[in-house]
């Protein structure tokens, strides 16, 4: 696995450097603009998450899957380096826009440390793993132009159905941003961190679960 993660390092040092500065840029411009703090964080998350993603496109580029599991490495092996490597490039990018997101927090002299501050940013980072954890048994069960269709197409269906399903609601008399900030307040911050941790885990794991199946049963 160690031989895999250097690729996709090497990978992220030539392409994601770019990405990322191009993301920053773009996130400070919308922070001194009057966005909110949280907006560069956020955007460089999800930014990063959807390059972890695609890197499995440079995987299948003129058949290197084929070749990759040639050598000593087991489709297990493959599917576990691309969690790891895309947990560590969603945090570091986390990291990098909490940084920045809280450089302008001490320049308007707000604090730091506010619970809804951090709730905020943490609430970026489970967004971005359930995106990644959508993204990555798809790209792995549907190959080139093929999973570059399917992904938006599966994204737009889970908006409909949210935003259908938000709207039925609400003509069955149920005011749902009503009851969702009710039972927010009554979680609390403890409540709402510990979910913060515990959906974007769950998502991981089952995805991976998925990935690991969908590899094992695919043919090159």
Same mark, same amino acid.
């Given at each position: 696995?160690?031989? %895999? #993660?250097?690729?996709?390092?090497? @990978? +992220?040092?030539?392409?994601?450097?770019?990405? @990322?500065?191009?993301?920053?840029?773009?996130?400070?411009?919308?922070?001194?603009?009057?966005?909110?703090?949280?907006?560069?964080?956020?955007?460089?998350?999800?930014?990063? !998450?959807?390059?972890?993603?695609?890197?499995? !496109?440079?995987?299948?580029?003129?058949?290197?899957?084929?070749?990759?599991?040639?050598?000593?490495? =087991? /489709?297990?092996?493959?599917?576990?380096?691309?969690?790891?490597? =895309?947990?560590? @490039?969603?945090? =570091?990018?986390?990291?990098?826009?909490?940084?920045?997101?809280?450089?302008?927090?001490?320049?308007?002299?707000?604090?730091?440390? !506010? +619970?809804?501050? %951090?709730?905020?940013?943490?609430?970026?980072?489970?967004?971005?793993?359930?995106?990644? =954890?959508?993204?990555?048994?798809? /790209?792995?069960?549907?190959?080139?132009?093929?999973?570059?269709?399917? %992904?938006?197409?599966?994204?737009?269906?889970?908006?409909?159905?949210?935003?259908?399903?938000?709207? #039925?609601?609400?003509?069955?008399?149920?005011?749902?941003?009503?009851?969702?900030?009710?039972?927010?307040?009554?979680?609390?911050? +403890?409540?709402?961190?510990?979910?913060?941790?515990?959906?974007?885990?769950?998502?991981?794991?089952?995805?991976?679960?998925?990935?690991?199946?969908?590899?094992?049963?695919?043919?090159?």
């Amino acid at each position: 696995m160690k031989g %895999l #993660l250097i690729k996709d390092f090497q @990978l +992220a040092k030539t392409q994601g450097k770019m990405l @990322l500065i191009v993301a920053l840029v773009i996130g400070v411009f919308m922070e001194i603009a009057g966005m909110s703090e949280g907006f560069v964080t956020g955007y460089i998350t999800i930014i990063m !998450s959807v390059f972890a993603a695609t890197s499995i !496109s440079y995987d299948e580029y003129e058949n290197c899957f084929s070749f990759l599991l040639v050598l000593p490495v =087991s /489709r297990k092996e493959y599917v576990n380096e691309k969690y790891v490597f =895309s947990g560590i @490039l969603i945090f =570091s990018a986390w990291l990098v826009g909490l940084t920045v997101g809280s450089v302008f927090r001490i320049i308007r002299g707000e604090p730091v440390l !506010s +619970a809804e501050w %951090l709730a905020g940013c943490f609430s970026y980072i489970t967004v971005a793993v359930v995106f990644l =954890s959508l993204m990555l048994p798809l /790209r792995l069960k549907f190959e080139g132009e093929k999973g570059r269709v399917v %992904l938006p197409i599966a994204i737009a269906a889970m908006g409909i159905l949210i935003y259908g399903g938000v709207k #039925l609601a609400n003509l069955a008399g149920i005011d749902v941003t009503g009851s969702s900030i009710k039972v927010l307040n009554q979680m609390g911050a +403890a409540g709402i961190m510990a979910m913060l941790v515990i959906i974007p885990v769950a998502a991981a794991v089952i995805s991976w679960i998925c990935s690991r199946h969908i590899l094992e049963k695919k043919e090159f």
